[in-house]
């Protein structure tokens, strides 16, 4: 059998793009994903706060990983939504991400990621609800 | 007068992620703007395409400077929505953004990103629709 | 003070749509609302299924009043998405609408749209997420 | 051969819903769609405007049509994503679909709403994205 949180893991780490971001995936459940980084002075916009690029990224990634364990195995985001509720200040940036809904090939998943400052409070930047299918490789698509 | 070309270039180089990424403020209209990156090695998830959260930081950014140009002066997007249509293979990624429609404080705006492959033709690989609001220091707020 | 709970009832059966389709009111809370209708002939689809526009219609105006009810007033969607997970079948649709954040003029708020069998049994059809503002008349927007 | 253009006619006019609202199928495309409705007084919310949940519906049925036609068959909405610009005003609501990417069993399509005045002018009052799905009967499921 699979070990869904050593395969997220090794897919996760074989991502350029989560590596370049210093991303990490925290945790995985069988239906959910926690994924952070930290705001370093490369991840901002032209106020200081974190880009939307990034907390956008955090969304979309969340969304996979969350989508990939329901569906047990490779998965794709198809589209998503995102409404950013507050700047991003502080330290750190978590995304927690859920399944709403399960089938076989594709689930439906929601984000909620947040800002944590200094003092480890965390405060909710934004929300984020989308679709996610199983990759051709995902044997749920067989 | 403001010359908004000159305003959006200086706002945009002054975002540290997008100089991280490499993007480019390619051109900017009086309601529409383009951004493009090269699809380098550190912007690719697992598969080797470039990853969802790049594609993503593009929608974001193309809609808030098309958005922002429309309002006349510096914006912050709201929310989006992206649907994502093919895997986006190739050197390199270019969002055209444009305005729906647009009032005194906010912006309905939509993007187009296309991957362009080494003989330079285009294929669509998503499409975002998002809200774009004027930002506190943006005159149109006052 | 304004009664806020008679004030959405006064609101919501004043809607000549709402009342066309039949739709209930069932709960308001401080930032929350509950939103039903029967599903009878009239609202089904080709299949025979609620009709994806009824769905929309809960998703929508159950925003819509969570949202109003947490920035104190009348108020307006913005902007919704909404995912359907599964076909509509049973006797009644039921909307329940939060609040995830709210400013003093514009909330984020999400709704569930369940189906309800004829023993009461309720299964998850469809999500939403989206941005209400004030309406013009809303004292919030003073 | 199917005769596209008479398979949707058929399919929207056994919607019990799309009949009860009194709107019409008044165009097919290979891959568009444009449906319509009279704003009669029954689809008005409490200040006199078409209802939101009348416009998500013609958001909704245009993408599936405009879907449906690109995907050759039956189908369903999947998810769509709906900015309400301005307040519907006048006589007659007009939801122009089209399809912006299609693969086998799934497009991604969009649609503009307008409202139109008494002397004929539209103004756009809405704009959607969205996904549509090829339905269980559809013959590109198979």
Redesign the interface.
Known sequence: MLDMSEFANA?FY????????GAELDQVGKDSAQISVAIR??????HGFA????I??????SL?FAGGLALGGDA???????????PARGKRLIARAST??AGSR?A?C?S?IYSVNDDGVES?CA?????IVAAPANPARE
């Open positions: 897919i074989s991502q350029p793009f989560s590596n370049f971001l002075e490369e991840l901002r916009q032209q880009h939307g690029g990034v956008s990224y955090l969304a979309d990634n996979t794709l985001t198809a589209e998503f939504k995102i409404n950013y509720v507050r709403l809904s594709q439906v929601q909620l909710l929300a984020a609800l989308g679709t």
